[in-house]
């Protein structure tokens, strides 16, 4: 046994790094070890702040390999509608992303876009079939919550017919988000491949709308729950389609329009008579929207008046930057208190000056008048852009509301038998808190107080914890067991540790601080002339060289760092060619020579391995 001693006979012959020099299976750890190391995928922070419940730091890793296609099947399985969510979503995701503090967020929206638009056939995936023969389901309204819960609902061989009342499929996606944000053919595209999965739309049929005549056909002179007695569930996904008041006096006079009629008519090609001088009243996207579309129309002086600072605007920053620099005019700390008329029509704005006082109930500063601030704002067009309400006079007494809002369980659930609802119409729209919300700086966008409500990206989950829970129930099993509201529910199969990963736990021994990749965009001066398409996505390089900054938070990416490492040589690579599956890692510990000292967990870069005591010395 001598020959396998090594004797040292100066310090000079001591290896420089902490490793074995002989061979390692001279003796096995035996029982003094009290801490093993265990591979351990946690929950990245975009992850856990996604909405829609996309695996956003698995599919980024498809990138830098360059399997686009596999990319894209990864976010279906979760949601639909990935060209869409990769120009308008506001990307709560980026917000928490770790790599804000070296470089900037990653560009996750833009990714998402770039494999969105990669060339290849749009299939998409198909589930287990598991709908009972027959089985129906209605869905009300065609807006992203309507169509992630059909199509989850189709995936699994359920008969799905979406209602929607306005003349073409997309909701708000349609009336309400202008072509140069997202282009019609992107949204026809993504609803197109929905249909082929045997999903049915009906357009022009608006729930509540008239009451039906005895004997005339559902739908002809409107729409009733009742006349979806048929199908074995029905979901709700109307929207909040109302634009909130201004309550002020004049807001009847010509030249008042609200902004969600506004850009309805714009975006459904109607004519809009515009005025020469556009106030809009507002700080969210509508009201950047409604600005923007108002300078494509003709308008020759737009502005916009917000009521707080820019900190507290809950537009998404970049949109607040775009709008300005196609010439808008913001007025900040600014509320309207009178629409001053002539002859019925408007010719000013009365304003007031505002300060900020004590934050409110949803932590911004209340907006406070400075009395004798007043002052005329000539304008002879104002668009008011508060918010919106649904529209829910067709309830009825078995389907509980509250605060405007339909109020649903855990499972998506109203208090009326088999019937469902999402989206913006529902309440519980709170997004995951586990990790504190910061507003993100310059392009990385954020800054929304409530992370993921109103939402595209929160109306796909919403939809598809619906579908999920429509599944169980028409197979007999129980609704029980939903993740809250607040959290997210998957599709596809995930063994992860809920634990998420803050900036803190990341070894930055690894990282250095690399800019973030800009999207190119169309000029000011050439985009305010038309409703092309204003940012120009990635090309390939581009997204490779951006996927590539993503600290894989929390997940083993393969980079061998503890293999190396290890000073034992107690780690074997798995075959890296198959990728492991659910539950299963790239690598494995050999235990009978590990001797617990912890460096491969000290150096993972992205806290993939945690140490743990051995059984026995658990208490």
């Known amino acids: 046994m001598t020959s396998h001693i090594i004797v040292f006979q100066s310090a000079a012959d001591?290896?420089?790094?902490?490793?074995?020099?002989?061979?390692?299976l001279y003796n096995k750890t035996g029982s003094w070890r009290y801490v093993r190391p265990v591979y351990r995928d946690k929950t990245p922070p975009c992850n856990h702040a996604c909405p829609a419940g996309e695996d956003i730091v698995d599919y980024l890793q498809m990138v830098v390999d360059g399997n686009y296609e596999q990319a894209r099947q990864r976010i279906l399985e979760e949601n639909p509608l990935i060209g869409v969510c990769g120009r308008v979503c506001p990307h709560p995701c980026e917000s928490d992303c770790n790599r804000t503090q070296l470089g900037g967020a990653i560009a996750i929206h833009a990714l998402e876009r770039f494999v969105a638009g990669q060339p290849g056939a749009r299939r998409l995936p198909q589930a287990e079939k598991t709908a009972p023969a027959g089985a129906q389901v209605a869905v009300v309204g065609s807006g992203p919550a309507g169509l992630s819960c059909a199509y989850q609902l189709a995936r699994r061989g359920y008969k799905v017919t979406i209602f929607e009342a306005l003349p073409a499929a997309g909701g708000m996606l349609r009336v309400g988000i202008p072509s140069y944000r997202l282009p019609r053919e992107v949204l026809d595209a993504e609803i197109?491949?929905?249909?082929?999965?045997?999903?049915?739309?009906?357009?022009?049929?608006?729930?509540?709308?008239?009451?039906v005549r005895a004997g005339s056909p559902p739908g002809r002179d409107g729409l009733r729950l009742e006349d979806l007695a048929g199908y074995r569930a029905v979901f709700l996904a109307v929207g909040q389609h109302l634009s909130r008041r201004l309550g002020i006096p004049g807001e009847e006079a010509q030249g008042v329009l609200p902004g969600l009629e506004f850009l309805r008519r714009v975006n459904l090609g109607e004519p809009?008579?515009?005025?020469?001088?556009?106030a809009?009243?507002?700080?969210?996207?509508?009201?950047?929207?409604?600005?923007?579309?108002?300078?494509?129309?003709?308008?020759?002086?737009?502005?916009?008046?917000?009521?707080?600072?820019?900190?507290e605007m809950p537009a998404i920053d970049e949109e607040i930057e775009e709008t300005e620099g196609e010439g808008v005019k913001v007025q900040y700390l600014t509320a309207p208190v009178e629409v001053v008329t002539t002859v019925g029509k408007v010719t000013a704005l009365k304003c007031m000056r505002m300060k900020l006082g004590e934050p409110d109930e949803g932590g911004r500063r209340k907006p406070e008048p400075i009395h004798g601030s007043e002052?005329?704002?000539?304008?002879?067009?104002?668009?008011?852009?508060?918010?919106?309400?649904?529209?829910?006079?067709?309830?009825?007494?078995?389907?509980?509301?509250?605060?405007?809002?339909?109020?649903?369980?855990?499972?998506?659930?109203?208090?009326?038998?088999?019937?469902?609802?999402?989206?913006?119409?529902?309440?519980?729209?709170?997004?995951?808190?586990?990790?504190?919300?910061?507003?993100?700086?310059?392009?990385?966008?954020?800054?929304?107080?409530?992370?993921?409500?109103?939402?595209?990206?929160?109306?796909?989950?919403?939809?598809?914890?619906?579908?999920?829970?429509?599944?169980?129930?028409?197979?007999?099993?129980?609704?029980?067991?939903?993740?809250?509201?607040?959290?997210?529910?998957?599709?596809?199969?995930?063994?992860?540790?809920p634990r998420v990963v803050p900036f803190e736990d990341i070894n930055l021994a690894y990282f250095s601080s690399e800019p973030r990749t800009p999207q190119g965009q169309r000029t000011a001066a050439e985009r305010v002339k038309d409703f092309q398409e204003v940012n120009l996505g990635f090309s390939e390089r581009e997204a490779r060289r951006?996927?590539?900054?993503?600290?894989?938070?929390?997940?083993?990416?393969?980079?061998?760092?503890?293999?190396?490492?290890?000073?034992?040589?107690?780690?074997?690579?798995?075959?890296?060619?198959?990728?492991?599956?659910?539950?299963?890692?790239?690598?494995?510990?050999?235990?009978?020579?590990?001797?617990?000292?912890?460096?491969?967990?000290?150096?993972?870069?992205?806290?993939?391995?945690?140490?743990?005591?051995?059984?026995?010395?658990?208490?």
């Not at 902490?18 to 390692?24: I, L, W």
């Open 272 to 278: 809009v008579q515009i005025g020469s001088r556009v």
């Open 375 to 497: 002052y005329s704002l000539p304008v002879d067009m104002v668009i008011p852009a508060l918010g919106q309400e649904a529209d829910l006079s067709f309830l009825d007494s078995q389907i509980d509301s509250a605060r405007g809002l339909i109020v649903i369980d855990a499972a998506g659930a109203t208090s009326r038998q088999s019937v469902f609802a999402g989206g913006d119409a529902a309440t519980g729209r709170s997004a995951p808190s586990a990790v504190p919300p910061r507003r993100a700086a310059g392009p990385n966008g954020g800054g929304r107080p409530e992370r993921g409500a109103g939402t595209v990206a929160y109306a796909i989950g919403s939809g598809k914890r619906a579908a999920l829970a429509i599944d169980r129930l028409l197979n007999g099993q129980s609704l029980e067991g939903f993740p809250a509201l607040g959290e997210h529910v998957h599709v596809a199969a995930r063994d992860v540790d």
């Open 14 to 24: 001591m290896p420089s790094l902490p490793m074995s020099v002989g061979t390692t």
């Open 280 to 311: 809009v009243v507002g700080g969210g996207n509508t009201a950047m929207d409604a600005a923007r579309c108002a300078v494509r129309q003709g308008a020759r002086q737009v502005t916009i008046l917000y009521r707080r600072s820019r900190h």
């Open 192 to 211: 197109a491949a929905i249909q082929a999965l045997g999903v049915e739309i009906r357009t022009g049929m608006r729930l509540g709308q008239n009451p």
């Open 546 to 619: 951006e996927a590539e900054r993503c600290l894989s938070c929390g997940t083993c990416n393969q980079c061998d760092t503890c293999w190396l490492y290890c000073p034992d040589v107690c780690i074997r690579r798995r075959d890296h060619a198959a990728p492991p599956g659910p539950g299963h890692t790239a690598y494995e510990f050999d235990y009978d020579y590990c001797k617990g000292c912890g460096v491969c967990a000290q150096e993972c870069p992205r806290e993939a391995i945690d140490m743990e005591e051995e059984l026995k010395w658990r208490r």
